[in-house]
């Protein structure tokens, strides 16, 4: 059975940084791209940023191009997201997600975390 836990969010200010971290079990991560995704108050959920299975390349959307670094270490099943700079617009309930798909089908992902919300506020 995969599970995938999350870990990190909570309140920042403004200009802070994001860590999160997220740690599967009952998959080989080398067999598994694995995503972030969003979803802020009143909106749809989005994709943040995805990682192939080597971790050799990632794929995100073009309106967050830069803004976000993604990892993995695939010998301890975990994924990595961080952000600097933080800003109010990146407030939102953060997923990572994993799947047997390559990135640039992230949106059909079967497997997802539990979500961590991120407050960005002063």
């Known amino acids: 059975q995969v599970q995938l836990v999350q870990y990190g969010g909570g309140s920042v200010q403004p200009g802070g940084s994001l860590r999160l971290a997220c740690t599967a079990s009952?998959?080989?991560?080398?067999?598994?791209?694995m995503g972030w995704f969003r979803q802020p108050p009143g909106k749809a959920r989005e994709g943040v940023i995805c990682?192939?299975?080597?971790?050799?390349?990632?794929y995100y959307i073009d309106s967050l191009k830069g803004r976000f670094t993604v990892s993995r270490d695939n010998a301890n099943n975990t994924l990595l997201l961080q952000r600097d700079s933080l800003e109010p617009e990146d407030t939102a309930i953060y997923y990572c997600?994993?799947?047997?798909?390559?990135?640039?089908?992230?949106?059909?992902?079967?497997?997802w975390g539990q979500g961590t919300e991120v407050t960005v506020s002063s």
């Open positions: 997600a994993a799947d047997r798909l390559p990135c640039t089908m992230w949106s059909y992902f079967a497997y």
């Open positions: 990682i192939s299975q080597s971790g050799e390349t990632t």
């Open positions: 009952g998959l080989s991560s080398d067999d598994f791209s």
